[in-house]
């Protein structure tokens, strides 16, 4: 990774922890339902789990990545209320980050430069990008893995 890679990782962090900062409200119900419930009840034994988690047909593995940082942090409404947020704005900016190189990759600096200011510059991803939804997790690790495919796949024809 370049100085210019860094430096553009660097800004869109600092844009994803502002919406930490500044937005301050709710969006949806399940925000709370499909991560900060689950967690809290898996970390400290009570909570409520709504039907999915009761069928099955939810994965842990978004909840259990909250539930570690409830469990690496002292106890305090802080942790409960901050923490999350903050690891899924640095989720969003390494998936925001993915989603610029991969647009490089695939189209161009030029695209590339476009995708970045389209990501930055969207009120909708400032006001979610933040927010403990399952299906903003899924889009981070959507766009690291679609990076890393077609890099891997270029590297095996011998082309990147």
Known sequence: MGYKDFII???ILVIRLLSVIIVRSSFVPDEYWQSLEVSHKITFGYGYL???WKKKIRSYIYPCMIHILFKIFPESVETIVLAPK???AV???IGDFFTYKLSCKLFGSKCGSWTL???LTSWFL???SSRNLTNMAETSFTACGLFFYPWN?????GIG
Do not use: A, M
């Open 153 to 157: 796949k270029r590297k095996s024809e």
């Open 50 to 52: 709504t039907w999915e």
């Open 86 to 88: 903050y690891f899924q």
């Open 9 to 11: 990782l660097f800004i």
């Open 91 to 93: 989720l969003s900016t």
């Open 126 to 128: 400032f006001y979610c």
């Open 117 to 119: 200011f389209n990501l």
